[in-house]
């Protein structure tokens, strides 16, 4: 093990959007795996499932019928993690802190069609997804102090269902990993009067490495500090801090860059490859200027050596800090040479 190349060395990364640190160890790649084995999600549904929850004119949990919707469709989530009248909530004293929380929960079914999903659509009906994103960003973060757009796909991430679609919970408070994004990007702005993920996007297009997918307008890379086997982040080129202020050319290139990349992910190890992915954006709540921020996405896909072997989250990991059994380099090497 001592004479291995720097590359393949252990060491720690830190998380310049979190401050977290995450231990890389590329040599234990190469320990055998007798391990959890998963099977992966189906590949190939029909069009419609008349057992399928959100499928046009199905019945839902709580009885209700869903419309025939022909393109993107949004309703209330039936069984919300967030409630938009006020609770009261007994004070535990000062060792045991609880507070009141508001919200709202929206279902977003991307597509009428159940063997869809973001990879398999064309550039226009992604395109539809991201006017849908832009929207609810844009509407309920006049109502919310902050708004989360985001998707699990696959089983394997605890999807309820495989039908194509994704979910946004608006909170009257800013959650924790939003709030630490916010204080990192706004230190960073004070210290060197330049917005963090600017400078991170300027360094990622000269070296190249860890650069996934670009285009005129967006660019997606595993980052520095990844935590996830193929982790990438989603960021435009130009200074925005919001869904809703992206251009026509913006949202277009998006929907192209988005298939691109998640063809990428299908690709790797023939699956319908399971991920979380989510938008963080400035808070609507914040007061004063939002310079700091700029708009990105997350995808956390947990596959680590094939479509059945995952990365699981335990021991070191939940104790002690987050690590990852390749570099970030090496997974974006493994991404591009997907053909997407």
């Not at 045991?96 to 009428?112: K, M, N, W």
Request: glycine share 6%.
């Amino acid at each position: 093990m001592t004479d291995l190349p720097d590359h393949a060395l252990p060491h720690r990364r830190r998380n310049l959007l979190t401050g977290e640190w995450v231990l890389v160890s590329p040599q234990r790649n190469l320990r055998p795996w007798q391990g959890e084995v998963s099977s992966p999600s189906a590949q190939e549904r029909p069009g419609h499932d008349p057992n399928c929850y959100l499928c046009p004119g199905n019945s839902r949990a709580n009885g209700d019928t869903n419309p025939d919707y022909c393109g993107t469709w949004v309703f209330p989530n039936d069984f919300p993690a967030l409630l938009a009248s006020d609770s009261k909530i007994i004070d535990a004293g000062p060792l045991f802190q609880r507070e009141a929380v508001r919200g709202e929960t929206q279902v977003i079914c991307y597509a009428p069609d159940h063997a869809l999903s973001l990879s398999r659509m064309d550039d226009a009906q992604r395109r539809d997804v991201v006017e849908c994103w832009c929207d609810l960003s844009e509407k309920a973060g006049a109502d919310w102090a902050h708004v989360q757009i985001f998707e699990n796909r696959g089983s394997m991430m605890g999807a309820s269902s495989p039908h194509p679609h994704g979910q946004m919970w608006a909170t009257d408070f800013l959650p924790q990993i939003v709030a630490d994004e916010d204080a990192a990007q706004a230190a960073y702005r004070e210290n060197n009067g330049r917005a963090l993920l600017d400078d991170v996007l300027a360094e990622e297009l000269k070296a190249g490495e860890r650069l996934v997918e670009v285009n005129d307008n967006w660019a997606a890379f595993v980052p520095h500090w990844a935590a996830w086997p193929f982790e990438t982040a989603l960021v435009p080129r130009a200074d925005r801090a919001r869904l809703e202020e992206l251009g026509d050319d913006e949202r277009h290139d998006l929907a192209k860059i988005l298939g691109r990349l998640l063809a990428r992910y299908d690709g790797l190890f023939g699956c319908e490859f399971p991920y979380s992915m989510g938008w963080h954006g400035a808070p609507h709540g914040m007061e004063g200027s939002c310079d700091h921020w700029r708009l990105h996405a997350h995808f956390f896909p947990p596959l680590l050596r094939s479509a059945s072997v995952r990365k699981h989250m335990v021991g070191f990991e939940l104790m002690a800090e987050t690590q990852r059994d390749m570099t970030a380099e090496q997974a974006a090497e493994r991404l591009r040479a997907v053909a997407p």
